[in-house]
């Protein structure tokens, strides 16, 4: 067998266990993923981000889930596994050209292992974070080999993905320096076409204030006590569960040779700053920093296990040991899943408590729904956009803008990052006239209850209460709070 035809059969082996893996989370949207389904399918409606959607990322994720057609389900997991088979391809050439076959197989592997068997909220949906890993490693890959366009080109995509695509360019300048103007050039061709894009749409005000200004705020406004031992705490986790990664980036920066250790060392450092930005350092941001070391320790690895003799013996032992931990730890979850799927019962998973409450609205919603209905959302819940595929009645499809508190406190907390735009936003939106609103946050949070907030206490008169869940109240307009039809006299007052 050839080694291109031994090789396309592994890569194909990932994606395809891959995918059997992601199946078992056919029936489910996970946080992040939803919110970019949502805007994708918002999109397809005709609307404009920024301009007529309130969206606080770079714009390719959208897009691209817009090409797809905004699709969940089955569907969605296959694109999942696509994705990440292309990871593992991306990784396995840019290590065989590194160093050879070996560090290629070992790279691709533990891309996919570490993918699939972490921490589902983070490795499932394929978000901002996920998607920069590819243009990521596509973008340094180039800066090594002296191409300095395309690994300008790389970074810009990567950064229409995910603003922390600044980092990727600065460590293909880094690399590829003699060919600094033409890494600048190619950064340049996406983000111009993006910008020029939104430009003809009139968005790119909005996209300043959307992606940078907010982003700002939320980023220097981290709801942590002690933000200091939360990056130490979650930093030793991570680790931990990735221990293969860190002893064999470890060995590699003991026993690598100098001029690979010093490189890639500064890329992992550059990318470990992508983490920290915020000081949240979700399990999510820590994509960044998987790539250098998966290049790292596949070399560390693939050296480590081609020794015969004992040494061999103890660092396959080793390895082993350490892949134990995730995989015990994460691996039952996909049988639990699976067992749930092939008897067509529903899952039970504390996890799922939030999906499964959007679901149970949209159900009713699409019950009473109508071919020219619209949806507000209070609280942060996109996926009830993605299960209704509903039009949003305004720029504003959740409550984020409108109150000022981001969705990851805004369940615990009412303090408002940006009160007095949260104002102007509020009397902004009692210009439209959703059909359905749903209320998935004052049950949870009464200090930042729909029906008490002085501002929207007189535009939710028009509404009343036609559905409820445990966790959520579904309103729908008045018949008589609507505008008559075009052409038609309004109705006679009622006596």
Not at 130 to 141: D, K
Not at 296 to 324: C, E, F, I, M, Y
Not at 390 to 399: I, K, Q, V
């Amino acid at each position: 067998m050839s080694d291109r035809r031994r090789a396309s059969l592994f890569l194909l082996a990932l994606g395809a266990i891959t995918l059997a893996l992601r199946l078992c989370h056919s029936r489910i949207l996970w946080v992040d993923e939803d919110y970019h389904l949502a805007a994708a399918i918002q999109t397809l409606h005709g609307k404009m981000l920024y301009r007529d959607l309130w969206y606080d990322k770079p714009p390719l994720g959208a897009w691209t889930y817009a090409l797809i057609g905004g699709v969940w389900g089955w569907p969605l997991r296959l694109f999942d596994a696509l994705y990440v088979l292309a990871l593992c391809a991306a990784l396995f050439r840019f290590a065989r050209d590194l160093w050879g076959a070996r560090e290629a197989y070992f790279a691709a592997g533990m891309a996919a292992f570490f993918l699939n068997f972490d921490f589902a909220f983070a490795v499932i949906p394929v978000a901002p974070d996920f998607f920069m890993m590819l243009p990521h490693i596509a973008a340094v890959h180039c800066a090594w080999r002296g191409r300095a366009f395309g690994a300008g080109v790389w970074s810009g995509i990567a950064f229409l993905f995910h603003t922390k695509g600044a980092l990727v360019l600065a460590m293909c300048a880094l690399l590829a320096w003699r060919g600094l103007p033409l890494v600048l050039a190619g950064f340049l061709i996406p983000s111009g076409a993006a910008l020029a894009a939104l430009a003809a749409g009139g968005a790119v005000g909005d996209y300043g204030r959307q992606v940078w200004q907010w982003g700002a705020a939320y980023a220097g406004s981290s709801p942590l006590v002690d933000p200091i031992a939360n990056a130490f705490r979650r930093t030793f986790d991570w680790l931990a569960f990735h221990a293969v990664l860190a002893l064999g980036a470890a060995r590699f920066w003991w026993r690598g040779q100098r001029r690979e250790r010093l490189w890639i060392a500064a890329w992992a450092a550059l990318s470990f700053a992508g983490v920290a930005l915020g000081a949240r350092f979700s399990p999510r941001y820590f994509f960044q920093l998987l790539p250098p070391l998966v290049l790292a320790s596949a070399r560390a690895w693939a050296v480590a296990t081609s020794v015969p003799g004992a040494r061999r013996k103890w660092a396959v032992a080793v390895l082993a040991l350490a892949a134990l931990a995730p995989a015990v730890r994460f691996g039952p979850r996909y049988a639990t899943l699976a067992r749930d799927l092939m008897l067509h019962r529903p899952h039970h998973w504390s996890d799922l408590a939030l999906d499964q409450d959007s679901q149970a609205v949209a159900a009713q919603v699409n019950a009473r729904k109508r071919p020219a209905s619209t949806l507000f959302v209070w609280g942060y819940r996109p996926d009830v956009f993605v299960y209704t595929r509903l039009r949003a009645a305004s720029r504003f499809w959740d409550s984020q803008p409108l109150t000022g508190v981001p969705a990851d406190r805004h369940l615990t907390s009412a303090e408002s990052i940006a009160p007095e735009w949260a104002a102007q936003n509020r009397v902004e939106l009692t210009v439209s006239q959703p059909t359905f609103i749903v209320d998935s946050l004052s049950l949870a949070n009464p200090r930042l209850a729909l029906d008490s907030n002085p501002g929207l206490r007189a535009w939710l008169k028009d509404y009343r209460v036609v559905g409820r869940t445990s966790l959520s109240l579904i309103y729908e307009i008045n018949e008589t709070a609507l505008p008559p039809p075009a052409g038609l006299p309004p109705p006679p007052p009622r006596r």
